[in-house]
């Protein structure tokens, strides 16, 4: 079946402009999970979403960055007035209940200049 | 502290050789799971091997297996005939059942030389 699908695959962007990333997870799968990878470095956890629970949005860096899921299906990730630190690959994961295996989108590499 | 650490940032390995990716952890937790993934180049994180913290036996997938001691608090990740395509970062994770999160290492940098 399909997998996690992540779009823009990239996008460049000013500083100080809004950007809207989009993630869809494996059909079926109750929990979504964003992370941040910058160059070189590990995984960034930023929010987490299980079925029509709160999110945990604890790994938020900043209220600049938010985070939606429709449905139980589709995330957006919106990061308003972006800075250059932004820069980084956003990965999008989905699992089927909590704490089960995820599996990974390809991504989206943002880039602030 | 750290809740995953991977001392390795970069290891090289013979075509065919067997190689250890160290991963040692950090939980006061009874109940959690740890978890081996690949980024090849390309970005995609890609799933290799679970062990849970109640499993006995070391997990195996193929090639992979994790030589998990629970004492230790380690969960090191044995590739065996390395092939060319195994060259990629590797990632050790674990998540406790306690909380949402999963706590990534910041990966081993794994080369296979022909």
């Known amino acids: 079946g399909a997998g996690v699908s992540q779009s823009p695959s990239n996008k460049v962007t000013e500083k100080g402009k809004d950007v809207e990333l989009r993630c869809d997870p494996i059909?079926?799968?109750?929990?979504l999970y964003w992370y941040r990878q910058s160059l070189g470095q590990g995984l960034e956890f930023l929010i987490y979403?299980?079925?029509?629970?709160?999110?945990?949005k604890s790994g938020l860096p900043s209220d600049r960055f938010s985070a939606e899921r429709t449905g139980g299906s589709v995330s957006t990730l919106t990061i308003q007035r972006t800075q250059q630190e932004d820069s980084a690959v956003y990965l999008c994961?989905?699992?089927?209940?909590?704490?089960?295996?995820?599996?990974f989108g390809p991504g989206t590499r943002l880039t602030v200049l | 502290a750290q809740k995953i650490t991977q001392t390795q940032p970069g290891m090289f390995v013979q075509e065919k050789e067997a190689v250890t990716l160290d991963c040692t952890y950090d939980t006061s937790d009874q109940s959690y799971g740890l978890f081996w993934y690949k980024q090849p180049s390309s970005g995609e994180m890609i799933f290799l091997i679970y062990q849970g913290s109640y499993d006995e036996q070391n997990a195996t997938e193929g090639r992979y297996s994790l030589n998990f001691q629970k004492a230790r608090k380690s969960a090191n990740l044995v590739i065996s005939a390395s092939q060319l395509g195994d060259s990629a970062m590797y990632f050790c994770a674990m998540r406790e059942y306690t909380g949402n999160q999963f706590y990534f290492g910041t990966g081993t940098s794994l080369t296979v030389i022909p």
């Open positions: 979403f299980q079925g029509n629970s709160a999110p945990d």
């Open positions: 994961a989905s699992s089927l209940m909590s704490g089960d295996t995820q599996y």
């Open positions: 059909s079926g799968h109750t929990a």
